[in-house]
């Protein structure tokens, strides 16, 4: 049973325009969420989060947004690069302490075109 | 900072024979580090999770008896894969988190069973 789902498997938008990747889940313990953004043959390395509490965070060219009545979350980077092209991971953790757990979904393919 | 290591970056061997995968922190202490393993196109799956000088947590589904994990450390984890065969193959990556609910990533190790 997928808890973490991304449904769109790729996502492509053209240079300097905005990319929305969405992510669902279904778990209400989950209290705190992550992007990821992974290159081949890499491990993941860590975007931006977000808390239960909130429902936006903005670092930069990167905003998640938190819907939890709809159990939904966007990442928006505006404006797109090119080496923005990567798999972007969602997780979400259900708990703080040291033995808290990430649980991932499948990842989506963002290309951004020149 | 937060940076994470893993050796060997790739590794082929024959069925049967034991493998094993080293995860340094490289500049910070790791509270708890993990152990994921992601096969093509699918997202990352936890396998265990470990604290130093305990025995580590493992997820359901997962063969203590066959991936052997030890965390002798402050900054090093390893993971053994006992008998390996084919369906063996898979990307491995590790995480560890220093404290801070924050999981830092390692390159990841491609482990192909002949």
């Known amino acids: 049973d997928q808890q973490v789902k991304q449904n769109s498997p790729s996502l492509s938008v053209q240079e300097g325009r905005i990319s929305i990747l969405n992510c669902d889940y279904t778990?209400?313990?989950?209290?705190?969420f992550l992007w990821y953004k992974k290159y081949p043959a890499e491990g993941p390395t860590f975007l931006i989060s977000?808390?239960?509490?909130?429902d936006k965070n903005e670092d930069g060219r990167f905003t998640v947004f938190l819907n939890k009545s709809a159990k939904h979350l966007s990442l928006h980077i505006v404006p797109s690069q090119p080496g923005d092209s990567a798999v972007y991971f969602c997780a979400a953790s259900d708990g703080g302490g040291s033995n808290y757990k990430l649980t991932f979904g499948k990842g989506t393919l963002l290309t951004v075109n020149p | 900072g937060a940076v994470v290591s893993q050796h060997p970056s790739w590794v082929i061997c024959k069925s049967g024979t034991s493998v094993k995968i080293e995860c340094r922190s490289l500049d910070f202490q790791a509270t708890t580090m993990f152990w994921y393993r992601q096969f093509p196109k699918q997202s990352l799956m936890l396998m265990a999770t470990?604290?130093?000088?305990?025995?580590?947590?493992?997820e359901q589904g997962v063969e203590k008896d066959k991936f052997l994990i030890n965390h002798a450390s402050l900054t090093l984890s390893t993971l053994t894969v006992t008998s390996a065969h084919p369906e063996d193959s898979s990307f491995y990556i590790c995480?560890?988190?220093?404290?801070?609910?924050?999981?830092?990533f390692g390159p990841g190790t491609r482990l192909t069973v002949l």
């Open positions: 977000i808390s239960s509490i909130k």
């Open positions: 995480s560890a988190d220093r404290g801070s609910n924050e999981q830092f």
């Open positions: 470990s604290n130093e000088g305990s025995k580590a947590t493992y």
């Open positions: 778990n209400s313990m989950f209290d705190y």
